[in-house]
């Protein structure tokens, strides 16, 4: 990759910056390595490898989820840093992602430490809410939300300034075949990511659904004029069924709350 200009390394703090914010608090899914990737990749010049690594690294974290205090290997880290290292030093999608990994959890590190500094402060929370100082509850959120995006922001840019050749020199120091094992790790893990979404998702009336959307995939597929419109050919297909059982539940909830509501007294015809 060129020499990195200071437009690019800004665009990288505040895409990294809001990022971070918006996984807790803005909640547009902006965070989303699937955003993400793209748009680092179009500030590297590389929209393409951008959108594939994430992509692939979006499968791995579609069944991730929070629990309690416990985070998850963080996507936003994780996602941006496998697409710096997947462009700078020209890794393909599956190493990258792989070695991003440890970056993913120096993310997680980061949150359960401000999570953790941030505890004491809910006693001063409580406070301004019995005071109605909406004022010092805003300086609090805005307060965490910019630590938040500062730690993110400034380990992603320590890392990509070092580019090619720090990060190399990291990549150097690791044995070729601990590099072949990120890449197969980076390439499974994205079956641990569904399988993770299935279990939380496991519902006994769901999965004739399951098995009709693999079907129907291979089918569309098997179709060549449709292979590549495929994935959307399948969401209206998902849509389309998704609605349809909605209107169709939705009348069966009505129907039974009218029955439910009839009492001794009220008139019945013909039996209803």
């Not at 993400?36 to 929209?47: A, E, H, K, R």
């Not at 050749?165 to 990120?182: E, H, K, N, R, V």
């Not at 993770?196 to 098995?211: A, D, H, N, Q, T």
């Amino acid at each position: 990759m060129a020499d990195i200009s200071f437009i690019q390394i800004l665009l990288v703090f505040i895409v990294t910056f809001i990022a971070a914010i918006d996984q807790f608090n803005f909640l547009e899914s902006l965070y989303q390595p699937i955003v993400t990737g793209p748009v680092i990749g179009w500030i590297l010049g590389d929209v393409q490898t951008g959108l594939i690594v994430g992509g692939t690294y979006q499968l791995i974290t579609i069944g991730n989820m929070p629990v309690g205090g416990a985070q998850p290997p963080n996507a936003v880290m994780g996602g941006i840093m496998a697409t710096v290292l997947a462009i700078s030093l020209g890794l393909g999608p599956n190493e990258a992602v792989g070695a991003a990994i440890p970056f993913a959890l120096l993310g997680q590190y980061g949150i359960t430490l401000l999570f953790t500094g941030m505890s004491p402060m809910m006693t001063k929370a409580d406070s301004y809410a019995q005071e109605a100082n909406t004022k010092g509850i805003d300086r609090l959120n805005y307060t965490a939300m910019g630590i938040l995006g500062l730690i993110f922001g400034l380990i992603v840019t320590v890392f990509f300034v070092g580019g090619a050749s720090f990060g190399q020199q990291l990549l150097d120091l690791i044995p070729a075949w601990i590099m072949t094992g990120l890449e197969a790790s980076g390439g499974m893990m994205r079956f641990v990511g569904f399988a993770i979404l299935l279990k939380v998702m496991i519902s006994r009336p769901l999965w004739g659904f399951y098995f009709m959307g693999f079907a129907l995939a291979i089918i569309v597929n098997t179709v060549g004029d449709l292979g590549s419109s495929a994935l959307l050919i399948l969401s209206f297909i998902g849509f389309a069924l998704a609605f349809w059982d909605y209107q169709l539940q939705t009348k069966i909830r009505t129907s039974a709350t009218s029955v439910s509501d009839l009492g001794d007294g009220e008139d019945e015809q013909d039996g209803i």
